[in-house]
């Protein structure tokens, strides 16, 4: 059975839904919750950018950035070609909720951070920056 997830990147306010991502297996925090981790990492959001490629310009931007990595993440897990590899990773509509997920993810901007609240199917688990989510956190999380 596939651990399912639905991540929600949302505006700085925490109102405005940017992007709503569904996947389909992996989902847990032991793995995705990682790659999020790891890619919010020394990450900075901000109006307007520079040359780095740790910036990301605003959460519209961030969202679009995360998708990529998702995607390529994934696709080199399995030895996939990124632009080839159906069925994990998916772009769902506003009103796209229960999709059967054992997990969500909602991350917001505070302060030009970004900050995850992570929800099993029945309780929040974690709420704070999202580059702070550690093994030893999961590894709490699920026992």
């Given at each position: 059975?596939s651990?399912?997830?639905?991540v929600?990147?949302v505006?700085?306010?925490g109102v405005?839904?940017?992007a709503?991502?569904y996947?389909h297996?992996?989902?847990?925090?032991?793995w995705?919750?990682?790659k999020?981790a790891?890619?919010?990492e020394?990450r900075?959001?901000c109006?307007?950018?520079?040359?780095t490629?740790?910036?990301?310009?605003?959460?519209?931007?961030?969202?679009?950035?995360l998708v990529v990595r998702l995607g390529c993440?994934?696709a080199?897990?399995?030895?996939?070609t990124?632009?080839?590899?159906p069925?994990w990773?998916?772009?769902?509509?506003?009103?796209?909720r229960d999709?059967?997920?054992?997990w969500?993810?909602w991350?917001h901007?505070?302060?030009g951070?970004?900050?995850?609240?992570?929800c099993?199917?029945t309780?929040e688990?974690?709420?704070?920056?999202?580059?702070e989510?550690t093994?030893e956190?999961i590894?709490?999380?699920?026992?």
């Amino acid at each position: 059975m596939s651990t399912r997830a639905m991540v929600f990147v949302v505006d700085k306010h925490g109102v405005n839904l940017r992007a709503c991502m569904y996947v389909h297996g992996d989902g847990g925090p032991d793995w995705l919750g990682l790659k999020i981790a790891q890619f919010c990492e020394g990450r900075t959001v901000c109006n307007g950018h520079s040359d780095t490629d740790m910036e990301s310009n605003g959460m519209d931007n961030f969202a679009a950035q995360l998708v990529v990595r998702l995607g390529c993440e994934m696709a080199e897990a399995l030895k996939k070609t990124p632009a080839l590899f159906p069925g994990w990773l998916y772009l769902m509509g506003e009103d796209s909720r229960d999709q059967r997920e054992e997990w969500n993810y909602w991350l917001h901007e505070v302060d030009g951070v970004v900050h995850m609240t992570l929800c099993s199917s029945t309780d929040e688990v974690y709420e704070g920056p999202a580059s702070e989510l550690t093994a030893e956190t999961i590894a709490e999380i699920e026992s």
